[in-house]
């Protein structure tokens, strides 16, 4: 029996009991705030295993103090799952030893720090000064042995010490030694809250329990798949119904309309409420269990405000009605055993030889790929931590002149790719790093910031999507393709001897970043350099030639069979998301010139069948030296011109502005396939305005059913309205009639024909009579709709 058969029995009174029929008990249950966790008859259960309380030896060595495994656990949460950034510096009174110069420079403490970071091998830098103001001369160190001074000052790199931050500087060495092996298993592995949890699991120890109960988090923490409105929403209504006394507050609230999930995950804590003697200090716990403190709130209103259209995702998730669904990379990638393979053969050791040695033997190579799989079985080996490794990938840096920012271990990870083949010379290895959530959140700004609703021919017919969500961001880590980029950037950089070049009115994209400095000074995505007009755009593409361009880089034999050859034969970049969406995946075809009617006049695609929608599909972030450009807003310009004026060195790329011919989108196009790189695969959702509209409209017939329709909930209509307006965005806010006719096709109500019928529906609509329906009189005749009993259901 659910918890509405109970409201319908007892009615609303606060202090109903609880019956057979309920699904509340007497007493208080005990509740774990953390999503994935319960606490279950004096254990502690993780991902439905559960752990037990005695302490146990993680991987066969003695258990770390409890403080340090505690520690060590929030850490790890923190950099890999959080994204939290660990860079931070420590300061020592006194000098280095004398020993250890790598050079000396005068410059401020700040400019210190960053070169420092750029410094093979340095372990920090001294200074003969006290805080001072402006430029000294510094002392950088490749080794670190601190002597009292009171009149020196010396400046420690955390990540000198690894790759959890500060947690490295305070462990003895005997507990990161006993830790580091953790640490790589959870850099290296592709779900890493999950092998986080698995650790957790295996240490069972009082410590890890305690973590587990208690790691600091930065958001609200409701249950899963709830979002954070509909948790503000429920606590609202317990406190209504069961301290203030209004009768059928919370029944009428979990009743009205939400998904069977939330309400079976929210009735619990209603029971919980209802049990307790104290009432409202019992709705406090629960306030305090889900961290819906004033402060994180804030943080979810700010990422709610960032937000496309304002909807708050919800917890741990994108959006609450977009799955995750799985990786694009996880499949290309290597196994240790892979690797194994590899080191026997060529090194020439036989197969009983075991992984460590195996390992150490490739790790002294000289060979790139030997050391490359050296490095990837030591990880998985227990080799982790160990000064061979790091003098491995010191190397392995070197040698294959990899950006500094790389991660040789998911660099290591990466599949050998043999001899040249598409835009790439030679052989390369391929690899991919999983981004984190502040990277993602980053990239969903830039789609937000240059969403626009235009419909061009290039749509072949599809709806424009009312909201991009991204599910996912790798980082492409192609050795050779990145070695050809960087050459040609260095090559464009000298030919323009310091020539200023930009983006007439900026790239849209960068416009976003650079007004985004002005809130969060620290920039999330990589540097560009700006000497040679380096941007961040889009390409949009299908997941076959995102892994293909990521692999081979982009084809320029291939021009045109996706994205047409209006400017000539090159690469075509964007710099909104919604113009590259139109290239994803769905409908393909010839591309052509934009309509001369399309922009705010056409929001809609031609009249005739609609293709199959297709919800997921994938762009490309790519990093672009556009340097000297040329600018063109003809309409039909000279393809064959553009392409040899770039191609000779008198420019390096085009812009082809469409938006001032036709009100559509601004095109940039190099022709030069090592003017571009690849930098991000991006899996995102493509959520339309009509279907989600078909499910709110599907609940509230439900209600409707059931007697219990008011109108829509707070919820239903924040959602509505908030994707109101981008559906209306062509026209200001409002709809015409064609829009009109989608949603009602998503209801199952179109009129019988689209002239006589669809004129005499929009004019019943069009209340104020101005030949537009705005959002309220959509609510409006919608909740009227239901009202007058024209129900639907999915």
């Known amino acids: 029996a659910t918890c509405r058969h109970r409201r319908t029995t007892h009615g609303g009174h606060p202090d109903r009991p609880s019956t057979a029929m309920g699904c509340g008990t007497s007493q208080a249950q005990t509740y774990d705030p953390q999503p994935q966790q319960q606490v279950l008859q004096g254990q502690l259960v993780l991902q439905g295993q559960p752990m037990q309380q005695q302490q146990q030896r993680p991987a066969g060595n003695a258990p770390v103090p409890p403080k340090y495994a505690q520690n060590f ?8 799952v959080k994204g939290v950034d660990q860079e931070s510096w420590q300061k020592h009174d006194g000098y280095i030893s004398a020993d250890g110069d790598l050079l000396s420079e005068v410059m401020t403490v700040q400019e210190a720090k960053k070169r420092a970071n750029e410094l093979q091998g340095c372990l920090g830098f001294t200074l003969n000064a006290r805080n001072p103001d402006g430029p000294v001369e510094i002392f950088f160190k490749s080794k670190w042995d601190i002597s009292s001074d009171p009149a020196w000052t010396s400046y420690r790199p955390v990540q000198a010490c690894g790759h959890c931050g500060t947690f490295w500087v305070s462990a003895p060495p005997d507990v990161a030694s006993k830790l580091k092996p953790y640490e790589a298993r959870v850099k290296n592995a ?58 059928q507050a919370c029944g009428n609230f979990l009743d009205g309309g939400l998904p069977d999930s939330v309400t079976a995950a ?64 996880q499949e290309l990638v290597t196994t240790p055993e892979q690797s194994a393979a590899v080191l026997r053969a060529k090194l020439g050791l036989p197969a009983s030889t075991q992984p460590q040695e195996l390992a150490l033997q ?23 931590g160990r000064p061979e490794l790091a003098g491995a990938e010191a190397q392995l840096r070197d040698l294959k002149q990899l950006p500094a920012d790389w991660s040789i271990s998911s660099f290591s990870a990466g599949r050998f790719l ?64 990145w070695r050809e980029y960087s050459k040609t950037r260095a090559e464009v950089k000298t030919r323009l001897k310091g020539e200023a070049c930009s983006v007439p009115e900026g790239a849209h994209t960068m416009n ?114 556009l340097g000297k450009m040329r600018y063109t807003d003809e309409a039909k310009p000279d393809a064959d011109d553009l392409q040899k004026r770039c191609l000779k060195g008198e420019y390096d790329s085009v812009l082809g502005d469409r938006l001032k011919r036709h009100g559509t ?123 007058d009993g024209i129900i639907y259901y999915q």
């Open 73 to 80: 656990l929030r850490a790890l949460e923190d950099e890999y």
């Open 190 to 247: 592709a779900n890493k809250q999950a092998e986080i949890n698995r650790i957790k699991a295996e240490w069972g120890s009082t410590a890890a329990t305690s973590a587990a109960l208690s790691s600091a988090v930065h958001h609200p923490a409701p249950p899963a798949g709830v979002t954070v409105m509909h948790a503000q929403s429920f606590l609202k209504a317990v406190e209504d119904e069961y301290v203030k006394g209004i009768n």
């Open 266 to 329: 929210l009735d619990p804590f209603e029971g919980r409420v209802r049990s307790a003697p104290d009432k409202q200090a019992e709705i406090g716990r629960i306030q305090a269990e889900w961290r819906m403190n004033p402060e994180n709130l804030a943080a979810a209103a700010a990422a709610a405000a960032a937000a496309p259209l304002g909807i708050a995702p919800a917890a741990g998730s994108a959006a609450a009605f977009v799955e995750t669904g799985p990786s694009f990379a």
């Open 362 to 384: 490739g790790l002294k190579s000289q060979d790139p790929e030997v050391k490359r799989c050296a490095l990837h079985l030591g990880y998985h080996s227990g080799l982790a």
């Open 418 to 481: 043999e001899g040249g083949l598409g835009g790439r010379t030679d052989s390369a290895v391929i690899a991919f790093e999983h981004q984190p959530q502040h990277v993602v959140d980053e990239i969903q700004g830039m789609f937000n910031a240059t969403y626009r609703k235009v419909y061009t021919r290039d749509r072949r017919g599809a709806p424009i999507p009312d909201r991009f969500v991204i599910k996912e961001v790798q980082r492409v880590m192609n050795d050779q393709v």
């Open 512 to 625: 976003y970043l650079g007004k985004r400095r002005t809130t969060n000074p620290t920039p999330v995505l990589p540097p560009l350099d700006h000497t040679v007009n380096e941007a961040w755009l889009f390409h949009g593409t299908t997941k076959a030639a995102a892994q293909g361009i990521a692999e081979n880089d982009f084809r320029l034999d291939l021009t045109g069979s996706n994205a047409g050859t209006l400017y000539g034969r090159g690469i075509y970049l964007a710099e909104n998301a919604t113009k590259s969406d139109e290239y994803g995946e769905g409908p393909k075809g010839p591309a052509g010139e934009e309509q001369m009617e399309a922009g705010y006049e056409a929001p809609r695609p031609p009249p005739g069948p609609t293709p199959e929608l297709v919800r997921e599909s994938y762009i490309l972030l790519c990093r672009s030296t």
């Open 665 to 787: 989108f601004r095109e940039l196009i190099v022709y030069n396939d090592d003017l571009v790189y690849p930098e991000y695969v991006i899996r995102y959702e493509r959520v339309f305005f009509h279907e989600r509209f078909a499910e709110i409209y599907s609940q509230m017939s439900k209600r409707k059913q059931k007697g219990k329709f008011n109108g829509p909930t707070p919820e239903e209509k924040d959602v509505l309205t908030s994707m109101w307006s981008v559906y209306g965005m062509p026209n200001r806010g409002k709809i015409n009639k064609w829009q009109l006719l989608d949603l009602l096709t998503a209801i199952g109500q179109p009129p019988q024909n689209e002239a006589e019928d669809l004129d005499q529906t929009f004019t019943e609509w069009d209340s104020k009579k101005d030949g537009w329906i705005d959002v309220d009189e959509f609510l409006q005749e919608m909740t009227q709709r239901i009202n």
